[in-house]
Nanobody
């Protein structure tokens, strides 16, 4: 298992935007399926977005049209662009390599006025 390090979380007003980044130390990053998940206290961790090595993506219904996952294989980094943020997007966001079953430490996103 490699190391995944998220960054980019913070406090944002409703309607605002944030971009999360996840840097991977895994040599096989370019062929890994990468995902973003989120979790709020008392609830199960839920899938937000996935991207496989071919660039195919999948999104939770709640974020479709607002969030976008992308990757830069040269930088071994996966991104989550979050637009039109809502109060209910508040959570700890985790990056994961589904291929190696690795997880990052999480980054807090808080949407508040």
């Amino acid at each position: 298992q490699g190391q995944l390090v998220e960054s980019g979380g913070g406090l944002v007003q409703p309607g605002g935007s944030l971009r999360l980044s996840c840097a991977s130390s895994e040599n096989f990053f370019s062929i890994a399926t990468m995902g973003w998940y989120r979790q709020v206290p008392g609830k199960q961790r839920e899938l937000v977005a996935l991207m496989n090595s071919r660039g195919d993506t999948d999104y939770a219904e709640s974020v479709k049209g607002r969030f976008s996952i992308s990757r830069d294989n040269a930088k071994r980094t996966v991104y989550l662009q979050m637009n039109s943020l809502k109060f209910e997007d508040t959570a700890v966001y985790y990056c994961s390599s589904l291929t190696s079953e690795s997880w990052g430490q999480g980054t807090q996103v808080t949407v508040s006025s």
